[in-house]
């Protein structure tokens, strides 16, 4: 990186940049901090002052194969020689259909597969709600406290992480109800965290099918795989599989969302595959095409064939090039990333545990590959919330040349791209310590 850690950031012009955004863009977008981006190769970015930066975001969990991939920049500017849009809903093209194809490859269970393809996780989450409906002909969904599934009015009524994402909009859809999701750290009131899924599970039989919403009636069940916006939490083992055969039992579909944790980015294609589960259904976008518009929806066929044609369909969902450069992504992803995900993920967890020997601030480490989250403290014994030292550490982090984001209220998250390598790792992991020691001593 330049040696510019001398002068604050964000520099003059990035300043300006920002004034201006100000004066244009919605106020309901969220920035962490005035990050003006000039340029970015690999994980490292540039702003438009020259300040270089080491990316721990990926763009949130998009830039799976790093910015500007040489492979995935051939693969866009080729197609984009040839043909840059036809509404794959309307018409043919060989892209959409080879990157079909690779998906119901690729996505848990032997059994045959469709996709529909769309333009952000929202609207697959949103094609998700409406195929769950149309094949079940129920109108319920249950989803989860902490769950995050989009901004869209129904994605939306699936979503309980945070009250400003609802506030202003209700009415909402009104047949959604939430279970509370397993969290090992933090269990229901004197609970182990073995029995908080005995506990979530006995809540949907014996609280919402007898006092709320008939279980017969309920059209799908909606779950993260490792919940992403509500703090990275990565539920106990046998969660998932014991969800599923409940979900199984009362005849509810499972969507397994995996828009924040698909792709490669916990060691495994899919997060599901680590709990050895098959969805009925599988949302999907982020880290599909490596930062160009594109999610997906990914059901059992004998699912997708209840539907008819016009039932539903979009305008820009599987655009030739960004089916091009998701393909390009698998390709990636499936000869070393992965694998690179698992390996140097592994290694940044162990390193944050010994971190944590060390570090009073750190209440708990957790992850799989590449999906890192280190929930913030100032009291181990009473897990008091470090909502304000977690936004401190993002901040200095900034200041020191590392990109990093929160989730929930009190965990910071890491979520590089897949290339990383373990010397960067360690350079960030430095900075992020750095960062974390000041903090602690500024509170001392």
């Given at each position: ?42 994980c490292r970015m540039t702003d438009v ?287 070393g990333l992965m694998q690179n995900a ?41 897990k008091t919330r470090a909502i304000e ?56």
């Amino acid at each position: 990186m330049k040696s510019k850690t001398s002068k604050k950031r964000p520099g003059p012009k990035a300043q300006s940049w920002v004034k201006r955004d100000h004066q244009v863009i919605s106020k309901s977008v969220t920035r962490a901090y005035p990050l003006v981006v000039d340029s970015a190769k690999g994980c490292r970015m540039t702003d438009v002052d020259g300040f270089e930066y080491l990316d721990f975001t990926s763009g949130i969990a998009v830039t799976a194969t790093g910015h500007c991939h040489p492979k995935v920049v051939k693969a866009i500017c080729d197609q984009a020689k040839k043909l840059i849009h036809m509404s794959g809903t309307d018409f043919y093209y060989a892209s959409e259909a080879r990157l079909g194809e690779a998906l119901c490859r690729l996505a848990p269970g032997r059994m045959k597969k469709k996709a529909f393809f769309t333009n952000s996780g929202a609207e697959s989450v949103e094609a998700a709600m409406k195929l769950a409906r149309y094949a079940t002909k129920r109108p319920y969904f249950i989803a989860f406290s902490g769950a995050f599934h989009g901004r869209t009015l129904g994605a939306l009524s699936l979503t309980a992480s945070k009250t400003r994402h609802k506030k202003g909009f209700a009415p909402l859809l009104p047949a959604v109800i939430h279970a509370p999701y397993p969290d090992p750290y933090r269990p229901p009131a004197g609970l182990t965290a073995d029995q908080a899924v005995d506990f979530t599970l006995d809540w949907i039989q014996n609280t919402a099918f007898k006092n709320l919403i008939p279980g017969e009636e309920v059209a799908a069940i909606f779950v993260e795989a490792i919940q992403g916006e509500g703090g990275y939490i990565l539920p106990p083992k046998d969660f998932l599989k014991r969800l599923s055969r409940l979900a199984r039992s009362y005849g509810i579909l499972l969507v397994v969302d995996e828009v924040q944790s698909g792709m490669g980015r916990t060691g495994k294609m899919f997060a599901s595959e680590h709990f050895n589960i098959v969805p009925d259904i599988m949302t999907l976008a982020k880290g599909i095409a490596s930062g160009l518009p594109l999610g997906a929806m990914v059901a059992k066929s004998k699912l997708m064939d209840t539907w008819e044609s016009g039932a539903h369909a979009n305008t820009f969902g599987g655009n030739p090039i960004a089916c091009e450069s998701a393909l390009a992504t698998l390709e990636l992803l499936e000869n070393g990333l992965m694998q690179n995900a698992e390996t140097t993920g592994s290694y940044m967890l162990r390193r944050l545990e010994e971190m944590k020997e060390h570090h009073r601030l750190i209440g708990d480490v957790r992850g799989l590959g590449m999906m890192i989250g280190i929930e913030l403290v100032k009291n181990r014994e009473h897990k008091t919330r470090a909502i304000e030292e977690c936004n401190q550490i993002i901040q200095a982090c900034f200041q020191k040349g590392l990109l990093i984001l929160s989730c929930g209220q009190n965990t910071i998250r890491f979520m590089p791209p897949l290339i990383l390598t373990q010397k960067e790792a360690d350079q960030g992991l430095d900075i992020f310590e750095t960062a974390l020691t000041e903090v602690e001593h500024r509170i001392s």
